[in-house]
Protein backbone atom coordinates (compact mmCIF):
# COMPACT_ATOMS: atom_id res chain seq x y z
CA UNK A 1 0.00 0.00 0.00
CA UNK A 2 1.63 3.63 -0.46
CA UNK A 3 2.09 5.79 2.07
CA UNK A 4 3.83 9.08 2.34
CA UNK A 5 6.71 9.60 5.40
CA UNK A 6 6.85 11.38 8.75
CA UNK A 7 3.85 12.55 10.66
CA UNK A 8 0.35 13.09 9.97
CA UNK A 9 0.48 16.70 9.13
CA UNK A 10 3.16 16.05 6.91
CA UNK A 11 1.71 13.53 4.66
CA UNK A 12 -1.19 16.54 4.82
CA UNK A 13 1.25 19.12 3.63
CA UNK A 14 3.21 16.78 1.19
CA UNK A 15 -0.31 15.83 -0.56
CA UNK A 16 -1.56 19.63 -1.15
CA UNK A 17 1.80 20.32 -2.22
CA UNK A 18 1.51 17.89 -4.99
CA UNK A 19 -1.97 18.65 -5.68
CA UNK A 20 -1.17 22.41 -6.13
CA UNK A 21 2.16 21.35 -8.56
CA UNK A 22 -0.23 19.20 -10.40
CA UNK A 23 -2.81 22.31 -10.95
CA UNK A 24 -0.85 24.20 -11.86
CA UNK A 25 0.46 22.48 -14.93
CA UNK A 26 -3.09 20.77 -15.92
CA UNK A 27 -5.14 23.85 -14.74
CA UNK A 28 -7.81 21.15 -13.72
CA UNK A 29 -9.86 21.64 -10.45
CA UNK A 30 -10.28 18.95 -7.99
CA UNK A 31 -13.81 16.66 -7.60
CA UNK A 32 -16.41 17.08 -9.81
CA UNK A 33 -18.01 19.71 -12.23
CA UNK A 34 -20.71 21.19 -9.22
CA UNK A 35 -21.01 24.59 -10.47
CA UNK A 36 -23.91 25.44 -7.06
CA UNK A 37 -26.42 26.37 -9.80
CA UNK A 38 -29.80 24.19 -9.90
CA UNK A 39 -29.87 21.31 -12.83
CA UNK A 40 -26.18 21.95 -14.01
CA UNK A 41 -24.49 20.48 -10.95
CA UNK A 42 -22.53 17.39 -11.77
CA UNK A 43 -20.93 15.07 -8.93
CA UNK A 44 -18.31 12.92 -10.26
CA UNK A 45 -18.37 9.08 -8.94
CA UNK A 46 -15.89 6.56 -9.25
CA UNK A 47 -17.36 2.61 -8.46
CA UNK A 48 -15.29 -0.12 -8.62
CA UNK A 49 -16.12 -3.02 -11.87
CA UNK A 50 -17.32 -6.62 -11.13
CA UNK A 51 -18.51 -6.54 -7.53
CA UNK A 52 -21.89 -5.98 -9.03
CA UNK A 53 -22.07 -7.94 -12.16
CA UNK A 54 -24.73 -5.81 -13.75
CA UNK A 55 -23.76 -2.69 -12.29
CA UNK A 56 -25.12 -0.46 -15.09
CA UNK A 57 -29.00 -0.84 -14.43
CA UNK A 58 -28.60 0.28 -10.45
CA UNK A 59 -26.69 3.68 -11.56
CA UNK A 60 -29.12 4.51 -14.38
CA UNK A 61 -32.04 4.41 -11.61
CA UNK A 62 -30.09 5.86 -9.11
CA UNK A 63 -29.06 8.68 -11.65
CA UNK A 64 -32.70 9.20 -12.63
CA UNK A 65 -33.94 9.24 -8.54
CA UNK A 66 -31.20 11.39 -7.88
CA UNK A 67 -31.50 13.95 -10.35
CA UNK A 68 -35.34 14.11 -9.84
CA UNK A 69 -34.31 14.77 -5.75
CA UNK A 70 -31.93 17.28 -6.24
CA UNK A 71 -31.32 18.50 -9.97
CA UNK A 72 -27.75 17.09 -10.45
CA UNK A 73 -26.67 14.68 -12.34
CA UNK A 74 -24.45 11.91 -12.26
CA UNK A 75 -21.11 11.15 -13.83
CA UNK A 76 -20.34 7.27 -12.81
CA UNK A 77 -16.92 6.12 -13.36
CA UNK A 78 -15.97 2.31 -13.28
CA UNK A 79 -12.62 1.90 -12.06
CA UNK A 80 -10.56 -1.76 -11.90
CA UNK A 81 -10.08 -3.05 -8.51
CA UNK A 82 -6.41 -3.41 -9.60
CA UNK A 83 -5.55 -0.63 -10.66
CA UNK A 84 -8.06 1.32 -8.62
CA UNK A 85 -5.19 2.21 -5.49
CA UNK A 86 -2.75 3.72 -7.90
CA UNK A 87 -5.53 5.54 -9.54
CA UNK A 88 -6.59 7.36 -5.88
CA UNK A 89 -3.07 7.94 -5.16
CA UNK A 90 -2.25 9.80 -8.58
CA UNK A 91 -5.76 11.42 -8.64
CA UNK A 92 -4.71 12.63 -4.57
CA UNK A 93 -1.53 13.86 -6.24
CA UNK A 94 -2.75 15.56 -8.69
CA UNK A 95 -6.05 17.52 -6.98
CA UNK A 96 -8.24 14.86 -9.64
CA UNK A 97 -9.74 13.58 -7.29
CA UNK A 98 -13.92 12.58 -8.04
CA UNK A 99 -16.09 13.54 -5.46
CA UNK A 100 -17.66 10.51 -4.50
CA UNK A 101 -15.36 7.49 -4.55
CA UNK A 102 -15.99 3.78 -2.94
CA UNK A 103 -13.24 2.89 -1.26
CA UNK A 104 -11.96 -0.46 -0.28
CA UNK A 105 -12.22 -0.61 4.04
CA UNK A 106 -8.39 -1.13 3.74
CA UNK A 107 -7.50 2.03 2.03
CA UNK A 108 -9.50 4.31 4.01
CA UNK A 109 -7.02 4.78 6.75
CA UNK A 110 -4.33 5.32 4.64
CA UNK A 111 -6.40 8.41 2.37
CA UNK A 112 -7.83 9.33 5.71
CA UNK A 113 -4.30 9.97 7.06
CA UNK A 114 -3.08 11.93 3.81
CA UNK A 115 -5.93 14.35 4.66
CA UNK A 116 -7.89 13.40 1.19
CA UNK A 117 -11.30 12.65 2.85
CA UNK A 118 -14.02 14.49 4.75
CA UNK A 119 -14.73 13.12 7.78
CA UNK A 120 -18.36 12.33 7.73
CA UNK A 121 -19.14 12.13 11.22
CA UNK A 122 -21.11 15.54 11.75
CA UNK A 123 -23.14 14.97 8.51
CA UNK A 124 -23.62 10.78 9.85
CA UNK A 125 -24.74 12.42 13.74
CA UNK A 126 -27.04 14.83 11.70
CA UNK A 127 -28.62 12.41 9.71
CA UNK A 128 -29.54 10.47 12.64
CA UNK A 129 -27.25 7.24 11.56
CA UNK A 130 -24.86 7.19 14.17
CA UNK A 131 -26.49 4.11 15.73
CA UNK A 132 -28.13 2.28 12.85
CA UNK A 133 -24.53 1.20 10.87
CA UNK A 134 -22.63 -1.50 11.22
CA UNK A 135 -20.05 -1.42 14.04
CA UNK A 136 -17.31 -3.69 12.21
CA UNK A 137 -17.78 -1.02 9.22
CA UNK A 138 -17.72 2.04 10.99
CA UNK A 139 -14.59 0.64 12.71
CA UNK A 140 -12.80 0.13 9.19
CA UNK A 141 -13.92 3.69 8.31
CA UNK A 142 -12.44 5.22 11.31
CA UNK A 143 -9.13 6.93 11.99
CA UNK A 144 -8.16 9.51 14.57
CA UNK A 145 -12.09 9.98 15.88
CA UNK A 146 -12.54 11.39 12.25
CA UNK A 147 -15.20 8.48 10.16
CA UNK A 148 -14.07 8.79 6.66
CA UNK A 149 -16.22 6.19 5.32
CA UNK A 150 -19.77 5.66 5.41
CA UNK A 151 -20.83 1.93 5.80
CA UNK A 152 -21.66 0.66 2.11
CA UNK A 153 -21.61 -3.10 1.68
CA UNK A 154 -19.36 -5.66 3.20
CA UNK A 155 -19.29 -9.67 3.10
CA UNK A 156 -17.63 -11.85 5.91
CA UNK A 157 -16.00 -15.02 6.09
CA UNK A 158 -18.11 -18.40 7.34
CA UNK A 159 -17.69 -22.16 6.32
CA UNK A 160 -19.74 -23.16 3.34
CA UNK A 161 -20.43 -27.22 3.65
CA UNK A 162 -21.89 -30.09 1.95
CA UNK A 163 -25.29 -30.29 3.33
CA UNK A 164 -26.02 -34.18 1.55
CA UNK A 165 -22.35 -35.02 3.33
CA UNK A 166 -23.76 -33.85 6.73
CA UNK A 167 -26.84 -36.04 6.14
CA UNK A 168 -25.63 -39.06 4.59
CA UNK A 169 -23.28 -39.48 7.85
CA UNK A 170 -25.48 -37.94 10.55
CA UNK A 171 -23.50 -34.56 11.53
CA UNK A 172 -25.14 -31.28 12.53
CA UNK A 173 -23.05 -27.85 12.00
CA UNK A 174 -20.00 -27.73 14.99
CA UNK A 175 -20.96 -24.75 17.28
CA UNK A 176 -17.17 -25.12 19.10
CA UNK A 177 -13.68 -25.79 17.94
CA UNK A 178 -13.83 -29.55 19.61
CA UNK A 179 -17.00 -29.89 17.68
CA UNK A 180 -15.15 -28.69 14.40
CA UNK A 181 -12.24 -31.30 14.88
CA UNK A 182 -14.68 -34.29 15.86
CA UNK A 183 -16.65 -33.35 12.25
CA UNK A 184 -13.28 -33.09 10.28
CA UNK A 185 -12.56 -36.90 11.81
CA UNK A 186 -15.81 -38.16 11.11
CA UNK A 187 -16.07 -37.05 7.34
CA UNK A 188 -11.86 -38.26 7.01
CA UNK A 189 -12.99 -41.87 8.55
CA UNK A 190 -16.39 -42.22 6.36
CA UNK A 191 -15.17 -40.50 3.10
CA UNK A 192 -11.67 -40.61 2.53
CA UNK A 193 -12.63 -39.55 -1.30
CA UNK A 194 -13.01 -35.88 0.45
CA UNK A 195 -11.09 -33.44 1.95
CA UNK A 196 -12.85 -32.59 5.17
CA UNK A 197 -11.74 -28.32 5.46
CA UNK A 198 -8.67 -27.53 3.27
CA UNK A 199 -6.56 -25.12 4.76
CA UNK A 200 -4.92 -22.25 2.60
CA UNK A 201 -1.73 -21.34 3.56
CA UNK A 202 -2.26 -18.29 0.91
CA UNK A 203 -5.42 -16.51 2.57
CA UNK A 204 -4.50 -14.38 5.96
CA UNK A 205 -8.56 -13.61 6.14
CA UNK A 206 -8.98 -16.86 7.48
CA UNK A 207 -5.98 -16.62 10.13
CA UNK A 208 -7.66 -13.97 12.04
CA UNK A 209 -11.32 -15.21 13.57
CA UNK A 210 -8.65 -17.90 15.14
CA UNK A 211 -6.20 -15.47 16.23
CA UNK A 212 -9.28 -13.31 17.51
CA UNK A 213 -11.04 -16.48 18.75
CA UNK A 214 -8.42 -17.45 20.71
CA UNK A 215 -8.16 -13.65 22.59
CA UNK A 216 -5.33 -12.87 20.76
CA UNK A 217 -5.45 -9.00 18.62
CA UNK A 218 -3.61 -8.87 15.23
CA UNK A 219 -2.14 -5.26 16.61
CA UNK A 220 -2.44 -3.11 19.15
CA UNK A 221 -2.68 0.49 19.44
CA UNK A 222 -0.70 2.62 22.52
CA UNK A 223 -1.58 6.42 21.28
CA UNK A 224 -0.20 7.10 17.75
CA UNK A 225 2.18 3.85 18.17
CA UNK A 226 1.15 0.17 16.53
CA UNK A 227 2.69 -3.32 17.77
CA UNK A 228 2.22 -6.40 16.07
CA UNK A 229 0.10 -8.95 18.97
CA UNK A 230 0.51 -12.19 16.54
CA UNK A 231 3.35 -13.18 18.43
CA UNK A 232 1.38 -13.58 21.68
CA UNK A 233 0.95 -16.80 23.43
CA UNK A 234 -3.04 -16.44 22.46
CA UNK A 235 -2.72 -15.63 18.96
CA UNK A 236 0.26 -18.37 18.55
CA UNK A 237 -2.42 -20.39 20.39
CA UNK A 238 -5.24 -19.84 17.82
CA UNK A 239 -2.43 -20.61 15.32
CA UNK A 240 -1.55 -23.45 16.29
CA UNK A 241 -4.86 -25.06 16.31
CA UNK A 242 -5.67 -23.24 12.66
CA UNK A 243 -2.65 -25.42 11.41
CA UNK A 244 -3.24 -28.49 13.04
CA UNK A 245 -6.21 -28.81 11.34
CA UNK A 246 -4.02 -29.99 8.55
CA UNK A 247 -0.60 -30.52 10.41
CA UNK A 248 -2.46 -32.77 13.00
CA UNK A 249 -5.61 -34.12 11.92
CA UNK A 250 -5.07 -34.51 8.56
CA UNK A 251 -7.99 -31.99 7.18
CA UNK A 252 -6.77 -30.56 4.31
CA UNK A 253 -3.89 -31.57 1.84
CA UNK A 254 -0.23 -30.29 1.85
CA UNK A 255 -0.59 -29.09 -1.54
CA UNK A 256 -2.83 -26.46 -0.28
CA UNK A 257 -0.05 -24.56 1.62
CA UNK A 258 0.56 -22.65 -1.45
CA UNK A 259 -3.65 -22.17 -2.14
CA UNK A 260 -5.09 -19.04 -2.41
CA UNK A 261 -9.25 -18.67 -1.58
CA UNK A 262 -10.21 -18.99 -5.26
CA UNK A 263 -7.80 -22.90 -4.86
CA UNK A 264 -10.41 -23.39 -2.38
CA UNK A 265 -14.03 -22.41 -3.96
CA UNK A 266 -12.39 -24.82 -6.79
CA UNK A 267 -11.30 -27.82 -4.75
CA UNK A 268 -15.44 -27.45 -3.58
CA UNK A 269 -16.80 -26.72 -6.74
CA UNK A 270 -15.23 -30.10 -7.75
CA UNK A 271 -16.44 -32.48 -5.12
CA UNK A 272 -13.18 -32.52 -3.55
CA UNK A 273 -13.74 -31.26 -0.47
CA UNK A 274 -17.16 -31.11 2.33
CA UNK A 275 -16.40 -27.74 4.18
CA UNK A 276 -14.66 -24.78 3.33
CA UNK A 277 -14.17 -21.45 4.32
CA UNK A 278 -15.94 -19.13 2.00
CA UNK A 279 -17.07 -15.24 1.68
CA UNK A 280 -20.33 -14.88 1.85
CA UNK A 281 -20.63 -13.45 -2.12
CA UNK A 282 -19.14 -16.97 -2.74
CA UNK A 283 -22.36 -19.63 -2.75
CA UNK A 284 -23.60 -17.92 -5.46
CA UNK A 285 -20.68 -18.26 -7.63
CA UNK A 286 -20.03 -21.93 -6.47
CA UNK A 287 -23.51 -22.93 -7.49
CA UNK A 288 -22.88 -21.27 -10.89
CA UNK A 289 -19.69 -23.35 -11.69
CA UNK A 290 -21.45 -26.17 -9.90
CA UNK A 291 -24.90 -26.44 -10.60
CA UNK A 292 -25.29 -29.79 -9.76
CA UNK A 293 -24.46 -29.09 -5.84
CA UNK A 294 -27.75 -27.50 -5.96
CA UNK A 295 -29.61 -28.06 -2.73
CA UNK A 296 -26.54 -30.00 -1.67
CA UNK A 297 -24.97 -26.88 0.06
CA UNK A 298 -25.30 -24.73 3.49
CA UNK A 299 -23.40 -22.77 5.22
CA UNK A 300 -22.51 -22.18 9.68
CA UNK A 301 -20.82 -19.65 11.37
CA UNK A 302 -17.03 -20.12 11.97
CA UNK A 303 -17.44 -21.01 15.63
CA UNK A 304 -15.75 -19.80 18.75
CA UNK A 305 -13.38 -22.41 20.98
CA UNK A 306 -15.60 -22.94 23.37
CA UNK A 307 -18.99 -21.81 21.61
CA UNK A 308 -20.54 -18.34 19.97
CA UNK A 309 -19.03 -16.80 16.96
CA UNK A 310 -15.24 -16.34 16.37
CA UNK A 311 -14.82 -12.84 15.06
CA UNK A 312 -14.29 -12.79 11.33
CA UNK A 313 -13.05 -9.90 8.82
CA UNK A 314 -15.11 -7.56 7.10
CA UNK A 315 -14.44 -6.89 3.96
CA UNK A 316 -16.08 -4.40 1.27
CA UNK A 317 -16.43 -1.25 0.55
CA UNK A 318 -17.33 2.63 2.29
CA UNK A 319 -19.02 5.48 0.02
CA UNK A 320 -16.21 8.81 0.72
CA UNK A 321 -16.15 12.24 0.04
CA UNK A 322 -13.17 13.63 -1.37
CA UNK A 323 -11.60 17.28 0.14
CA UNK A 324 -11.57 18.35 -3.91
CA UNK A 325 -14.77 18.47 -3.99
CA UNK A 326 -16.57 21.47 -5.10
CA UNK A 327 -20.20 20.58 -3.67
CA UNK A 328 -19.65 18.40 -0.30
CA UNK A 329 -23.45 18.99 0.91
CA UNK A 330 -24.55 17.62 -2.43
CA UNK A 331 -22.17 14.99 -2.68
CA UNK A 332 -23.31 13.56 1.06
CA UNK A 333 -26.76 13.51 -0.59
CA UNK A 334 -25.72 11.24 -2.65
CA UNK A 335 -23.42 9.00 -0.54
CA UNK A 336 -26.78 9.04 1.90
CA UNK A 337 -29.32 8.19 -0.68
CA UNK A 338 -26.74 5.12 -1.50
CA UNK A 339 -25.98 3.79 1.33
CA UNK A 340 -29.51 3.48 3.32
CA UNK A 341 -32.97 2.95 2.82
CA UNK A 342 -34.00 0.88 -0.97
CA UNK A 343 -31.02 2.07 -2.56
CA UNK A 344 -28.99 0.10 -0.24
CA UNK A 345 -31.01 -2.67 -0.38
CA UNK A 346 -30.76 -3.55 -3.79
CA UNK A 347 -26.88 -2.89 -4.52
CA UNK A 348 -26.56 -5.27 -1.56
CA UNK A 349 -29.36 -8.08 -3.48
CA UNK A 350 -27.73 -7.83 -6.71
CA UNK A 351 -23.80 -7.89 -5.87
CA UNK A 352 -24.56 -10.86 -3.02
CA UNK A 353 -22.93 -8.82 -0.33
CA UNK A 354 -24.94 -7.39 2.90
CA UNK A 355 -25.39 -3.69 3.51
CA UNK A 356 -24.10 -1.63 6.14
CA UNK A 357 -26.80 -0.66 8.10
CA UNK A 358 -27.70 -2.04 11.06
CA UNK A 359 -31.71 -2.49 10.20
CA UNK A 360 -31.08 -4.43 6.29
CA UNK A 361 -28.60 -6.44 7.93
CA UNK A 362 -30.67 -8.11 10.98
CA UNK A 363 -33.53 -8.42 8.08
CA UNK A 364 -30.52 -10.56 6.09
CA UNK A 365 -29.92 -12.21 9.31
CA UNK A 366 -33.57 -13.65 9.47
CA UNK A 367 -33.45 -14.70 6.01
CA UNK A 368 -34.91 -18.52 5.55
CA UNK A 369 -31.82 -18.88 2.90
CA UNK A 370 -29.45 -20.98 4.03
CA UNK A 371 -26.90 -19.55 2.31
CA UNK A 372 -27.44 -16.47 3.81
CA UNK A 373 -28.21 -16.57 7.13
CA UNK A 374 -25.45 -17.55 9.06
CA UNK A 375 -23.18 -14.78 6.94
CA UNK A 376 -25.35 -12.28 8.38
CA UNK A 377 -25.85 -13.53 11.53
CA UNK A 378 -21.39 -13.74 11.78
CA UNK A 379 -21.57 -10.37 10.17
CA UNK A 380 -24.08 -8.96 13.33
CA UNK A 381 -22.64 -10.59 15.92
CA UNK A 382 -18.35 -11.01 15.37
CA UNK A 383 -17.56 -8.67 11.73
CA UNK A 384 -14.42 -7.30 12.86
CA UNK A 385 -11.88 -4.42 11.06
CA UNK A 386 -8.37 -5.69 10.49
CA UNK A 387 -5.97 -2.71 12.24
CA UNK A 388 -6.80 0.72 10.95
CA UNK A 389 -3.62 2.43 10.08
CA UNK A 390 -1.74 2.84 6.82
CA UNK A 391 1.14 0.86 7.90
CA UNK A 392 -1.26 -2.17 7.54
CA UNK A 393 -1.40 -2.10 3.95
CA UNK A 394 1.79 -2.29 3.77
CA UNK A 395 1.89 -5.48 5.92
CA UNK A 396 -1.15 -6.56 3.96
CA UNK A 397 1.12 -5.75 0.38
CA UNK A 398 4.18 -7.83 1.83
CA UNK A 399 2.33 -10.78 2.52
CA UNK A 400 3.49 -11.19 6.28
CA UNK A 401 0.71 -13.06 7.44
CA UNK A 402 0.56 -15.44 4.53
CA UNK A 403 4.59 -16.13 4.21
CA UNK A 404 4.17 -17.07 8.37
CA UNK A 405 1.05 -19.27 7.85
CA UNK A 406 2.67 -20.85 4.71
CA UNK A 407 6.08 -21.82 6.30
CA UNK A 408 4.10 -23.38 9.48
CA UNK A 409 2.17 -25.53 6.78
CA UNK A 410 5.06 -26.46 4.83
CA UNK A 411 6.86 -27.22 7.91
CA UNK A 412 9.68 -24.89 7.61
CA UNK A 413 8.98 -23.26 10.74
CA UNK A 414 6.85 -23.99 14.12
CA UNK A 415 4.27 -21.49 15.25
CA UNK A 416 6.36 -19.70 17.35
CA UNK A 417 9.31 -19.41 15.41
CA UNK A 418 6.76 -18.06 12.77
CA UNK A 419 4.87 -15.68 14.36
CA UNK A 420 8.32 -14.36 15.82
CA UNK A 421 9.32 -13.47 12.48
CA UNK A 422 5.65 -12.15 11.43
CA UNK A 423 5.77 -9.64 14.33
CA UNK A 424 8.93 -8.52 13.65
CA UNK A 425 8.47 -7.55 10.04
CA UNK A 426 5.09 -5.90 11.44
CA UNK A 427 6.95 -4.03 13.65
CA UNK A 428 9.75 -2.96 11.43
CA UNK A 429 6.61 -1.40 9.48
CA UNK A 430 4.62 0.10 12.12
CA UNK A 431 8.50 1.88 13.50
CA UNK A 432 9.12 3.12 9.65
CA UNK A 433 6.01 5.39 10.01
CA UNK A 434 4.59 4.08 7.00
Known amino acids: MWSMPGSRTARRSAVAVLAVAALALTGCGGGGTASGGGGDRTLTVWIMEGTNPDAQPFFSEL????????????????????????KFVTAIAGGTTPD????????????????ALVDLTPRVQEAGLSDGLV?????????GGALYGMPWYAGV????????????????????????????QRIK???PDLLPLPIAGDNEFIVYPFVWGAGGQI??????????????????AGIQFYADLALEHGF??????????????????????????SGSWTPKAILEAAPDLQGKIGAFPIPGPTGGLAPSVLGGS??????????QDLAWQLVETMGTGDFAAKWAQESSYFPGTTALLNEAARSPDPLVAPFAMQMVDSGRSVPVTPAFGQIQGKKTIAAMMRSVLTGEATVEQATSTAAAEMNEIFASGA
Do not use: C
Open 63 to 86: STAFQQRTGATLDVQFVQWASAHD
Open 100 to 115: VAEIGTTWVGEFGDAG
Open 135 to 143: DGLVEAGTL
Open 157 to 184: RSIVYRTDVFAELGLQPPTTWDELVAVG
Open 189 to 191: EAR
Open 219 to 236: ATQNGDTWTSGIDSPQAR
Open 252 to 277: STPAAATWRETDVRDSFTKGQSAMIF
Open 318 to 327: LLSIFETSDD
